[in-house]
């Protein structure tokens, strides 16, 4: 999910709230926001917790998928050398 006419995930700025920065902050950090659509997100984040649960649930889940199919196409000894085989 993004902000409307933005590149903005709502887990970025799920991410910034809960990571203590203030709507304000948020504007500072993703300049293509407006406080408005800062407040919304967060009001309709707080009304809306078992959707918000259940999206993030997801985005980690699609994350682990990406990775799980990109490992796939790493060669061995290379993963092997991250420490990640």
Known sequence: MRVEGTRIYLEDLLDAYEGGLSPEEMVLAYPSLTLADVYAVL?????????????????????????ERARAHLPRALLNRLGRA
């Open 43 to 67: 009001a309709w984040a707080l009304r809306h917790p078992e959707e918000v649960a259940a999206y993030r649930e997801r985005v980690k889940g699609r994350a682990r998928e990406a990775e």
